[in-house]
């Protein structure tokens, strides 16, 4: 028996995200303040491109002014420092977000650290981290908070729920257990060097796969009637694959995330909605 599971539709939801940040960014403008983002690329990553001006581009359909700051590959972590500094003086800007990964000449850390915590909009500061793993509101990384709200629109229920997040990031994992955690959720962290994960997949009534690597999740790691949410953005021979096989595991999950039009759109939509949200506290 093969049932086909629902599938979160992220680009739809996304899209109607989008136009209620358009309506309080329209509110804002009524007020002279127009919401202001900028965002830092180091180096000329063909991905890190793709996502920046889609970033960009849907910031400027809604009203936000938006700029990028490109710097060179070889860019010395002084530089950058200085670039972040006069982000944070800037009046105009209300969010900030430095592009990652970063050059190996520049220190991730010293970097995320010199971002104003109040213009943080990444929640990559460790202000920020701190507060959402105290459990505290805040400034929360994009890709989590649009996990979240995906699945709250869904009317998936997390309290309770065995939940498994394969990838310990920065960026992703960390930051999407502590708001599940906070939802209630009984969390487990997977990484590299976990054994059999496939076997504690098998337990979890919601998988996360946010590793980088093709279709790592198969159908032999869900338990029928699971949430699948595939964080993965791999490129292979050209083509957009996720870190779940969708074909095998759509048969068995009651819910699963397409790539692309899942988890990526979601992505840009919280970043749009948490620029306004700052821009609205400088009001
Ligand atoms: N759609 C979106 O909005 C976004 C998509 N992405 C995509 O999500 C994926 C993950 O990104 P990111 O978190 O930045 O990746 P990182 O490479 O920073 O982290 C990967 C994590 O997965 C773990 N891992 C790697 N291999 C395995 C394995 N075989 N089994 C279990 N765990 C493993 C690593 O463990 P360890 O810590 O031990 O090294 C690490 O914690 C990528 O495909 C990326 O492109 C990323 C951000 C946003
Ligand atoms: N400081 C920082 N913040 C980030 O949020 C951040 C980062 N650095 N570094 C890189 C990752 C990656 N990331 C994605 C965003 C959108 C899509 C996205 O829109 N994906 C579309 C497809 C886009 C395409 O065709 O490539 C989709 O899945 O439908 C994907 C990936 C944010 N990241």
């Known amino acids: 028996m093969s049932v086909m599971s629902t599938i979160l539709d992220g680009k739809k ?24 983002l900028a965002v830092v690329l180091v180096g000329h990553d063909p991905a890190s491109e793709i996502y920046v001006r889609n970033k960009v581009k849907q910031a400027t359909k809604i009203g936000i002014y938006s700029v990028v700051k490109r710097l060179p590959e070889d860019t010395s972590e002084v530089a950058l420092l200085q670039v972040i500094r006069e982000l944070n003086a800037d009046p105009e800007i209300d969010g900030i977000l430095v592009q990652l990964p970063l050059p190996d000449q520049i220190d991730e850390e010293t970097i995320l650290l010199a971002v104003d915590p109040n213009k943080d909009v990444d929640g990559f500061h460790p202000y920020n981290f701190g507060r959402l793993w105290s459990g505290q509101r805040g400034l929360v990384p994009a890709t989590a908070a649009g996990i979240m709200k995906l699945l709250a629109d869904y009317r998936i229920s997390v309290a309770g729920k065995n939940a498994l997040v394969i990838g310990r990031s920065l960026i992703v994992g960390r930051p999407l257990a502590a708001l599940l955690l906070a939802a209630n959720a009984t969390v487990t962290i997977a990484h590299s060097q976990t054994q059999n994960v496939a076997q504690l997949a098998q337990q979890a009534d919601i998988v996360v796969a946010a590793l980088g690597v093709p279709k790592y999740v198969t159908s032999d790691f869900i338990k029928p009637g699971a949430v699948v949410i595939d964080v993965g ?51």
């Open 13 to 36: 939801v996304a899209a109607a995200w989008r136009l209620e940040t358009q309506i309080r960014v329209s509110q804002l403008l009524e007020h002279q303040v127009v919401p202001g």
């Open 233 to 283: 953005t791999n490129r292979v021979d050209g083509k957009l694959v996720g870190d779940v096989d969708f074909d095998s595991v759509a048969s068995k999950a009651a819910f699963i995330t397409p790539v692309p039009g899942g988890v990526g759109p979601m992505t840009i939509a919280a970043l749009l909605s948490q620029t306004v949200d700052l821009a609205q506290k400088r009001q």
